[in-house]
Nanobody, 114 residues
Framework: QVQLVESGGGFVQAGGSLRLSCAAS????????MGWFRQAPGKQRESVAT???????TYADSVKGRFTISRDNAKNMLYLQGNSLKVEDTAVYYC????????WGQGTQVTVSS
């Protein structure tokens, strides 16, 4: 089993920055891909960014050039740095990890005000 706990959400003005963190515990050695998803009110959950164990990354088109995903395997941590935040980035952000199954954190709210 793997447990994922997010932190770092909150309120930020448009144009500002925010850094989300995800602490992984349990059988973390089994995790290969990790990532961040988000879900805005009334919308489906969508992938924001993913990263493999060896550092290959993917980004949603809507966040390319503004968000950066990174992971510290030694510390079992996953990060998401968001810059130039927009109102449409407002959502609950979820940490995700995959081994033989998907694991999810409880989510952290990010609210971007205009």
């Amino acid at each position: 089993q793997v447990q994922l706990v997010e932190s770092g959400g909150g309120f930020v003005q448009a144009g500002g920055s925010l850094r989300l963190s995800c602490a992984a515990s349990g059988r973390t050695v089994s995790l290969n891909s990790m990532g961040w998803f988000r879900q805005a009110p009334g919308k489906q959950r969508e992938s924001v960014a993913t990263i493999t164990a060896d550092g290959m990354t993917t980004y949603a088109d809507s966040v390319k050039g503004r968000f950066t995903i990174s992971r510290d395997n030694a510390k079992n941590m996953l990060y998401l740095q968001g810059n130039s935040l927009k109102v449409e980035d407002t959502a609950v952000y979820y940490c995700w990890g995959h081994s033989v199954r998907d694991y999810w954190g409880q989510g952290t709210q990010v609210t971007v005000s205009s």
